[in-house]
C-alpha cells in the first residue's frame, strides 16, 4: 500500500474505531438503563447482570457496524476537506477513486468479517446470553431447551419433545409427549400432529396415545386431547427470536427441514437471506457516504456528517425492514426482498458518484 493509502486508512481506522466504540457504548447504556429495573425485580447476582451485557456486546456490535463505517466515512473525508488535503490531492493528479479506496476496501473488510461473525459468533453468544436472562437472572427452570429447529421440555411427570413452535398460532408442530412416573419410567407416549394452547392448557390435535401401563400396550386416537404442562406460551417466544440470531447456514437447514415435514418456510427464508445481504450494508454505506461528503466540498463539518450519517442509516434501515418484512409474508420473493434494500441504495450511491467533478 502506498504512503497515501496508509495514511487515509490509519485514520479512517481510528475514527471507524471510535464511531463503533461510540455506537455500542450508547446502546449498552440504554439498554441497562431498559433493563435494570425489570432484572432487579429478581435479585439477581451483579456478575450475572455484567455477564449478560457482555455476551450482548457482539450482537450490538453487527448491528451498528453499518452506521460507525458511515460516520466514520463522513467524518473522515470532512477532516480531509477541511484541511484541504483533497484539494491538495487532487491538485498533484490523485484522483478521488484512488484516494477513498482505502476506505471501500476497510469498509468491504468489515462486512465479510460481519459474515463471519454471524455464522460463527453471535449463534453462540446469543444463546448464552439468554441462557443468563431466563436462568441466573430471570430464576426460571432450566429444564426447557430451545432451539429454533427442535424443542425440548421436562415437567415433574412429562417429557415433551416438539419439532416446531408457530408463535402466531401459537402451537407446537411434530409433537411427542412421554408420560412418566416419578422415577422417569415411561407410563405412555402420545405423538400429536400440533399443540395448540387453548385456555391456558395444551390441546393435542390428531394424538394417538401408546399406553405402556397395562403390560401389554394400547393405542387410541384421539381428534383431540387436552394436557397440562408447566410450559407456557411466553416460554416459547423466546424460540421464534432465535431465527434472528441464527447463522445463514443454520437457516439453511433449518427451511429444508421445515419443506421436508411440509411446513411452509418462506418466512425463514426472507431471513435467511438477509443474513448475507444485510452485512454488506456496511460497503454500501461507504460507497454512499463518499459522494455525499465529496459533493459538499469544505462545507461539510462534523454536526453535518454526524446527521447525514443518521439520517441515511435510519432510511437504509426502515427500507430494508420492510422488504424483509415483504418477503416474510410471501409479498415478495425471498431472495429480492433480502438485496432490494442494498440495490436501491448501491444505484444511489452510484448516480451521486458519476455526478461528482472528478478534475
Known sequence: MSILGRYVATLYARIFGLCLG?????YLIVDFIEKIDRFSQNSPESMAIARFFLYKIPEIATQVLPLAVLMATML???ILGRNSEITALRSCGVSLPRATRPILLIAFVVSLL???ANELLIPVTYARMKYVEEVEIKKKSAS?????DNIWFRDDTAILQANLFNPGQQALHGVTLWITDSGIVPLSRIDAKSAEWHNGQWLLREATTLDFSGGTPRSKLSPQLPVKLGLKVADLKVVDKYADNMGFLQLKRYCEKLQKGGYDAGRYRALMHAKLSLPFASFIMAFLGIPFVLRSGRTS???VGIGLSLAIGFAYF?????LVSLGQVSALPPLIAAWSANLIFTMIASWLTLTINHQ
Do not use: E, K, P, S
Open 76 to 78: 473522515t473525508l470532512g
Open 318 to 322: 426502515v427500507t430494508n425492514a420492510m
Open 144 to 148: 426447557a431447551f430451545f432451539r429454533q
Open 114 to 116: 460481519t459474515v463471519a
Open 301 to 303: 463539518g462534523i454536526a
Open 22 to 26: 461510540a455506537f455500542v457504548a450508547i
